[in-house]
């Protein structure tokens, strides 16, 4: 089991929310191996983002984080900010959502990219502007001598997620975890990252975490899917598996409700009703079971655990969807 | 369906804005956005017209010149059998109150000190409809007709409803009037997918019971495909190609429509991909480059800097919109399908460019 660089256990995050407990994130356990691509889809509030952001410390003070992060060995849950720093930024490296917020404006990108290489290397001022220019070409940014010299404000969304992306590689990590990070984008400009994610993971050798909302996106590009929901994992399977042999009506619910080319005009769309629980209320069952359709009376009275039901299949379900084999 | 007179007639739309010189930092001249130029299509009585395009491409523009908010530049938008360009004043209000509007962010449409039922009814005061027993009867009404539970909802306020609640308010405050046409400006985008699901499902219904007739905008090709009848796809302020939904997804003319088609990520991994052995290779084809400035836009064919296809008469001349089959035109000097009629053509143009 040489290949398992992160190995996150039992993860819980709760925040407190006016006299009462909110479970954003309830015993999540997911491993990311060195070099393979993992998803993690979920709708807002799911705990996606929540789940990666406690395994690099980067939740507010406020959040009480239980469970276990193991990086190459390393606990990183309780890190303290000092040794933190040492691996974020390092080994682990993360793009978000929104360049524009992320970039300083009144710095030159040039500058902001040193800033990144310096900030983990002992370089000299000329070495890191050497550096700087070999990322930018990395992330296949266009003249990239020029755009050293150039603000956020001169580039273009697609552009800047570039920058991001270099900031991110600026120390060679080991994961890479993508926040939402095409969402902002233009379908033809997310094509591009994407492409630009999957050849730097191949060529540089770096495991990725996909976090999206958007299951079709984690189809395409990722090798493992997780899907969540109220804070919990529901299903996880090899991608091509999943897409496959859904389990979990709520994963299943999530692939009908996308919008199909393949689909006739005005045809109509399967609907689930009601919306996500109040993560402060969670019911003592199955979360999904107010709105799902299989839901018999076990769903009310008792959670159904997550286990691996099939060979690298895990489900979170008393009654899960047949399983159709792939025509 | 398509009988008698089109419901929205827009004829060579212009909206231009003038950008002042930001001065300090280089290469920030002032110049003209072209935001929408020469824009012309119709919409029918109880038709959906999808209209996508990408940031930048001047749809929302397009939207907000239909609604003469603000006026555009040059072109005609006659709606139902009235030139709104010409009318002002009370005139425009009037010839207006059939044409609503839903917006992406309901949080940012809707007042958040104002109660559902008190939003909702604003509309019908605005256009003195009605008594003020009358108006809360419609309220009421509306409020079912979206799915909300007028007892449940209405005295609540916008911070106390679910993102897909606050689009349902949204609307319900569309629908009071009742409106001939409804444009929707990316009016499912934020949404999860279930909850864009519900909303979706919502403005069908809507159609089949009230008769509306949309201007459906979005970015999502297959989105805007789910609902139209016919597909507009719009390229930095101008209209590329125009078609029945099915047959542009099928035969896309555009190469633009094309490039679209093959970034959108597909939720069956094998129609994604080929895999070899884990890594896999994919199959999809991306478009290099980025969309040029509005304010500079490229001469001829504005998509030609990023076009595979390009040659020199795309850059001399701006390539007019034609019909290659029925219902289907396209402005692309050299379009994708090799219908006989269509490679004749284009050999005909190749030998104009060399001579």
Known sequence: ?327 | MTSGEPLLQVRELVQEFAVGDRGGIRGSRGGTVQAVTGVSFDVWPGETLGIVGETGSGKSTLARSILQAPRPKSGAVVFRGTDLVTLSGLRLLQARRHLQMVFQDPFGSLDPKWRVRDLVAEPLIAYRVGSRDGRRRRVDEVLELVGLDPAAHGGRRPRELSGGQAQRVAIARAVALSPALIICDEAVSSLDVLIQAQVLSLFERLRAELGLSYLFIAHDLALVKQVSDRVAVMYLGKLCEVGPGEVVYRQPLHPYTRALLDSIPSPDPAAARSRADGHGVRVARVISGEPPSPIHPPSGCRFRTRCPRAAELCAEQAPPMRELATGHSVACHFPLADVARTTARSEERIGETKR
Request: a neutral charge.
């Open chain 1, 1 to 327: 089991m040489s290949d398992h660089l992160l190995d996150v256990e039992d993860l819980k995050v709760t925040f407190p929310a006016r006299g009462k407990e909110l479970r954003a994130v309830d015993g999540v356990t997911y491993t990311v191996h060195a070099g393979r691509t993992l998803a993690i889809v979920g709708e807002s509030g799911s705990g996606k983002t929540v789940s990666c952001r406690a395994v690099v410390g980067l939740l507010p003070p406020s959040a009480v984080v239980t469970g276990s992060a193991r990086f190459q060995g390393t606990q990183l849950i309780g890190l303290s900010d000092d040794r933190m720093r040492e691996y974020r930024g390092a080994d682990i490296a993360m793009v978000f959502q929104d360049p524009a917020r992320s970039l300083n404006p009144t710095m030159r990108i040039g500058s902001q990219i040193a800033e990144a290489v310096r900030a983990h290397r002992h370089v000299t001022k000329p070495e890191a502007r050497e550096q700087v220019i070999e990322l930018l070409r990395l992330v296949r940014m266009p003249v990239p001598e020029r755009r050293y010299f150039e603000y956020p404000h001169q580039l273009s969304g697609g552009m800047r997620q570039r920058v991001m992306i270099a900031i991110a590689l600026a120390c060679r990590p080991k994961l890479l975890i993508a926040d939402e990070a095409t969402t902002a984008l233009d379908v033809t400009t997310q094509a591009q990252i994407m492409e630009l994610l999957l050849d730097l993971q191949a060529d540089l050798g770096m495991a990725l975490m996909l976090i999206s909302h958007d299951l079709g996106l984690a189809a395409s590009y990722a090798d493992e899917v997780i899907v969540m929901y109220a804070g919990r994992i529901v299903e996880q399977a090899p991608a091509m598996r999943l897409f496959t042999r859904v389990r979990m009506p709520y994963t299943q619910a999530l692939f009908e409700a996308i919008p199909r080319l393949e689909r006739p005009a005005h045809s109509p769309l399967p609907v689930i009703g009601g919306r996500p629980p109040d993560l402060a209320a969670l019911p003592a069952g199955c979360s999904f079971a107010p709105r799902c359709r299989r839901a018999q009376d076990d769903c009310v009275a008792e959670a159904p655990p997550l286990a691996e039901h099939e060979p690298g299949h895990r489900w979170a379900c008393w009654h899960p969807c047949e399983s159709v084999e792939a025509p």
